[in-house]
T-cell receptor, first 111, second 115 residues
Framework: AQSVAQPEDQVNVAEGNPLTVKCTYS??????LFWYVQYPNRGLQFLLK????DNLVKGSYGFEAEFNKSQTSFHLKKPSALVSDSALYFC?????????WGAGTKLIIKP | GAGVSQTPSNKVTEKGKYVELRCDPI?????LYWYRQSLGQGPEFLIY????????DSGLPNDRFFAVRPEGSVSTLKIQRTERGDSAVYLC?????????????FGPGTRLTVL
């Protein structure tokens, strides 16, 4: 069965430091992978996706993600965190037509 | 351009009542999805429309849940005889085409509370 795991419930990072939010997946065939961000009382906002090609994908707000097929991972990264990056982050994999979601990782950026 | 809109933003109802939740997708998007998100969890797929027809309704939890998209644009999720366990945020997303690589864009959600 297709699945996504986000092993960290919460990640704490000091402002200005690099951040990584981890995601691993299990899917048959070539995966379509997505990252979304959710701010309090707001909907899910698309950040970036991996379909094919370059393993390093760049997205909105300075975020990027690295696809690693051998490790079945798609970690979200940013070189320098901002306090405004504090939010809930979801990794998802496309299975047929629907998205299969991780449980989410709460990212807290401290000034 | 306008994004996906959902109304109402909040709905409080009593156990046993009927509710309707509306989704207005991005203009021109042919695919529309409904998800349900409980506190502290990722979204859970409910149903997918391609045009007017429900292409996959395998995520609907039981026959109290029903959704329509009669003209291939606006969709309504209908819940009969609501139960306290139905309380969640109901999310709608639209996608330009049917292709798996395309991005789903989400509305702000409707928070349903069943008392």
């Amino acid at each position: 069965a297709q699945s996504v795991a986000q092993p960290e419930d919460q990640v704490n990072v000091a402002e200005g430091n690099p951040l990584t939010v981890k995601c691993t997946y299990s899917v048959s065939g070539n995966p379509y992978l997505f990252w979304y961000v959710q701010y309090p009382n707001r909907g899910l906002q698309f950040l970036l996706k991996y379909i094919t090609g370059d393993n390093l994908v760049k997205g909105s707000y300075g975020f990027e993600a690295e696809f690693n097929k051998s490790q079945t991972s798609f970690h979200l990264k940013k070189p320098s965190a901002l306090v405004s990056d504090s939010a809930l982050y979801f990794c998802a994999v496309k299975s047929n037509y629907q998205l299969i979601w991780g449980a989410g990782t709460k990212l807290i950026i401290k000034p | 351009g306008a994004g996906v809109s959902q109304t109402p933003s909040n709905k409080v109802t009593e156990k046993g009542k009927y509710v309707e939740l509306r989704c207005d997708p991005i203009s021109g998007h042919t695919a529309l999805y409904w998800y349900r998100q409980s506190l502290g969890q990722g979204p859970e797929f409910l149903i997918y429309f391609q045009g007017t027809g429900a292409a996959d309704d395998s995520g609907l939890p039981n026959d109290r849940f029903f959704a329509v998209r009669p003209e291939g644009s606006v969709s309504t999720l209908k819940i009969q005889r609501t139960e306290r366990g139905d309380s969640a945020v109901y999310l709608c997303a639209s996608q330009n085409r049917q292709g798996g690589a395309d991005t789903q864009y989400f509305g702000p959600g409707t928070r349903l509370t069943v008392l």
